[in-house]
């Protein structure tokens, strides 16, 4: 967590998921790269470059699909969520094999003396109008810039000046890179590669994850179904028991934000489902050491109040409570972040 | 995530999935047969297909 922003603070884990992370991005570009070289032995310099341009452009494409599945799959099962708490330094990786794509591409240009033919391709307008012919270089351009933007607001400053929201809403381009990419490559490699190969890479990972993504979108709408109501408005939780201890259940408001009500043994407090960091959701994590703790990435905050322990300052908005024949209700209006709002049960 | 955020995210999906899946469709559909064999040239010859 953070008081404003802070440098990365690195920790075993994070250093055992990076570590791993470049040991198999190494290990798959080498195979690639040994096994292309068996099937296809180049002829020369060219051809040598080509087979480093398709293993670090299928690297991209590999590990866009790999980041873009992490988040509905720890929607589906929380036994990915390690996986979740990393992912920046998974995306800032791609955009490094990202990068090496592009330098080998620009290094074949360059060695058949073909940058101004590039250029002159890239703003040969007519072509823009044809589907088979499109420039697919002007796609694979435009999804570098998207990472190149991502991975430079990756670090926390960005999310703490931006907001979440906003910083969130800015993230979502990487759905437009995955697709400027899987169309870059539909309309370049795919052309004249006649393998089983690409279109089983393309086709096959871009099938995974939109099912994924379906299948976390329909039980998250289950998910957004209003909680019943009392006459005056507030959400009928349930009888205290219900709520699992140390746990939360997650009540939602007509066309309103979702809301965690936690249970720390004969305490009970509600609290906004949006963690200050980077709206994660507070209820699906749990109580530990007295504090609920977001299961993205950690932060905490108190039950009480909903404040960050001391130094951090975040704060979640909290919710009243009461309980009336037998069942706790929340009141769907949020109180100020900070607003002490407990009962004991 | 916020509401407005899933709602995003649920819309934005399916309308990516029909375009790309319809593009993706079409480059494979539409692509050029493969060249015929050329003569053999010398080996010395550089290659110049798209990267």
Known sequence: MSAGYRAVQWTRFKIVYDGLLILAVAIYIASFLIVDSRLEPPTDQLTEIIIYVHAFGSATFLMLTAILSIGPLS??????????????????????????????????????????????????????????????????????????????????????FLTPTVW?????????????????????????????????LLGGGFATVSVLHVLAGQRERKRDA???????????????????????????????????????????????????????????????DGYVTCPWHGYQYRLADGCAPQPFTDKLATHRLRLRAGAVEVDPQPLPPGTAATIEV | MTRTHRMIHRALWPALIIIVALGFTLALALRLPPAEEAPPVAQTQPSTSHP
């Open chain 1, 75 to 160: 929607r589906l099962d929380r036994r990915f969520l390690p996986l979740l708490y990393n992912r920046r330094h998974f995306g800032v990786l791609t955009f490094c094999v990202a990068m090496t794509h592009v330098a080998f591409a620009i290094y074949w240009f360059l060695a058949m003396d073909g940058l101004p033919g590039l250029a002159i391709e890239l703003v040969n307008w007519p072509d823009y109008g044809k589907f088979i012919g499109f420039p697919f270089e002007a796609l694979g351009i435009a999804a570098f810039a998207i990472l190149l933007i991502m991975a430079a607001t990756s670090h926390d400053f960005w999310l703490s």
């Open chain 1, 168 to 200: 969130k809403a800015l993230h979502l381009a990487l759905y437009l890179a995955y697709g400027l990419v899987m169309m870059h490559v539909a309309l370049g490699a795919l052309q004249t590669d006649r393998t089983f190969f690409l279109p089983l």
């Open chain 1, 226 to 288: 209003p909680t019943p109501v009392g006459r005056d408005g507030w959400l009928i939780v349930g009888a205290p028991q219900s709520i699992p201890d140390k746990r939360a259940r997650i009540v939602v408001a007509r066309g309103g934000e979702r809301i965690a009500v936690f249970r720390d043994g004969a305490r009970i407090g509600a609290l906004s489902n949006l963690c200050a960091h980077q709206n994660g959701p507070i209820g699906e994590g749990c109580i530990i």
